[in-house]
């Protein structure tokens, strides 16, 4: 074999002065990736104010809608279930380009659909795209990411899902003004846009390093940790790590080697996964399901899906008016999402889990009874309890910003050991696109047998509920190389200290 570059790198790592801060290559790549979260963002987004307009031309049921609505979290679990294994087959970055180009042909199909039967073949395309951008944005990122700055680009997917709503709300509102027939395959089919800038910008994209070390491939590796670290002696470092916990014993440096007992293709991982976890992996598995369904099942999606019925429902009586409330909607969780991710590796997970959470629950509760004194009193205009209606919707989206909606994946993509991360991962993004799912087909129908203010009482009283789960079972991961991610957990509780010196060495407590 040919002599290692990494070899090279270990002889002046201790020679070399810093070179100055390499995050920037990492931003890029984060950048690049959490793209494909824009394509589920947009969706989410347009549909709310296209189902009006669909519903009208195609003569839809209040079923028929719902079940449009909500299909596509639904189809997702394809894409989310196949994305695992796909990963570590043809890469992260490969996985990357065939969730773009899913979408793609989701999204033209929508566009010119004809009938119900013709949209719902789009949305099960498009979903499939969905379900592999979900899962792979979060985990490639946290793979290239330093431990520093892990959290800060680890957030970016849901920063893009937000800007994808956002844009999503605004194709409403000025596509609305076209006739009806037209207006809505506007707003589906120009979904299709973002997956074409993501196929050029993947190009300038490295592959993940631990994907390669997986794959024997070194020195390929080594490049990309290269790019990403302030000097070659920590790039080694991260190497090094990598090699640990991908079980390579740190004597074989040459540029490609053969993997002892390599399982890089996923076998054998959902049975060590599933049927015979280690302590620790059933409590990562737990505490990723746990913050994956409580995500979904505290509202989000009823919200942002039904933004202009909520508001109907509180007294806005013009489509215009709904239309431009649900833009206000787009604009506070964007705006807040950026705070939460601009804060998540100062004050860590757990901090903003707990606050977000706690103030989803007051948010949802005062929804839930200005929504309820309306409802009572039909024919009555009760301009405190509209104020107070719209206030908590925006209020309930600035809460899930900073915290349960960037931390859900930052957490998730970081606390799997490496052989097991990307189907651990995919199973957390299943659950939790079932869970939208569910939530997305049941909303109209649990408004009305509930009421609409009964429904969101039932979302604070899961939010409550999440809020005991996060303070008992998830311990704080800050600042903690993924490689060392697994001494955290095995105790089932979240009071499990760990502190690493500055020379790297860790001393876990118990407390």
């Not at 989410?44 to 049921?61: H, P, Q, R, T, W």
């Not at 019925?309 to 649900?326: P, R």
Request: proline content about 4%; hydrophobic content about 50%; charged content about 15%.
């Amino acid at each position: 074999m040919s002599s290692s570059g990494i070899e090279k790198g270990v002889v002046t790592a201790e020679a070399e002065a810093p070179r100055g801060n390499r995050s920037r290559f990492a931003f890029a790549c984060a950048i690049l990736a959490s793209m494909t979260s824009i394509i589920l963002g947009y969706d989410i987004g347009v549909m709310s104010g296209a189902a009006i307009f669909i519903k009208e031309d195609l003569k839809l049921s209040d079923v028929q809608l719902e079940i449009l609505m909500g299909i596509l979290n639904i189809y997702s679990l394809v894409g989310s279930g196949a994305a695992g294994r796909t990963s570590d087959w043809i890469g992260r970055r490969y996985t990357i380009v065939l969730a773009g180009a899913f979408f793609f042909c989701g999204a033209l199909l929508m566009g010119f659909a004809t009938n119900y039967p013709f949209i719902m073949v789009g949305r099960f395309v498009a979903g499939i795209g969905v379900g592999y951008a979900m899962m792979i944005a979060p985990v490639y990122t946290a793979e290239v990411a330093p431990a520093t700055s892990r959290g800060f680009l680890s957030s970016f997917p849901e920063i893009f899902i937000n800007i994808g709503i956002l844009l999503g709300y605004v194709s409403n509102y000025f596509f609305a003004k076209l006739p009806v027939h037209i207006g809505w395959r506007f707003m589906l089919g120009v979904g299709a846009i973002p997956s074409v800038c993501l196929a050029i910008g993947v190009l300038a994209m490295p592959e993940s390093p631990r994907w390669l070390v997986l794959q024997g491939r070194l020195g390929d590796a080594f490049k990309v940790l290269d790019k990403t670290s302030n000097t070659k002696e920590e790039a080694i470092s991260r190497l090094n790590d990598i090699k640990r916990a991908a079980g390579i014993p740190e004597d074989m440096t040459d540029d490609v080697i053969v993997v002892p007992n390599r399982k890089s293709a996923g076998k054998g991982v959902w049975k060590d996964l599933l049927v015979r976890p280690t302590p620790a992996v059933r409590h990562i598995l737990i505490a990723c399901l746990g913050i994956h369904f409580a995500q979904q099942a505290s509202g989000i999606d009823a919200v942002v899906l039904y933004s202009p019925t909520i508001f109907q429902k509180a007294g806005l009586k013009s489509k215009n008016d709904q239309l431009l409330a649900t833009v206000a909607v787009g604009i506070v969780k964007t705006l807040f999402i950026v705070v939460g991710t601009c804060v998540v590796d100062r004050f860590g997970r757990r901090a903003l889990l707990l606050t977000s959470m706690g103030g989803m629950f007051l948010s949802l509760t005062a929804l839930g009874t200005s929504l309820t004194v309306i409802d009572r009193n039909p024919g009555h205009t009760l301009k405190w309890a509209i104020v107070l209606s719209v206030t908590m919707v925006m209020t309930f989206v600035a809460t899930f910003s900073i915290g349960a909606g960037p931390v859900t994946w930052v957490y998730c993509s970081e606390i799997f050991p490496v052989r097991l991360r990307a189907q651990g991962a995919s199973l957390g993004v299943m659950l939790n696109r079932l869970m939208s799912g569910i939530i997305g087909m049941t909303f109209l129908s649990l408004s009305k047998g509930l009421t609409i203010g009964g429904a969101f009482l039932l979302f604070a009283g899961v939010a409550a509920a999440a809020w005991v789960f996060f303070f008992t079972f998830l311990p704080e991961t800050r600042g903690i190389p993924l490689e060392e991610m697994e001494s955290l957990f095995g105790s089932y509780t979240a009071n499990k200290k760990k502190n690493v010196t500055k020379e790297g060495k860790e001393v876990v407590e118990k407390h």
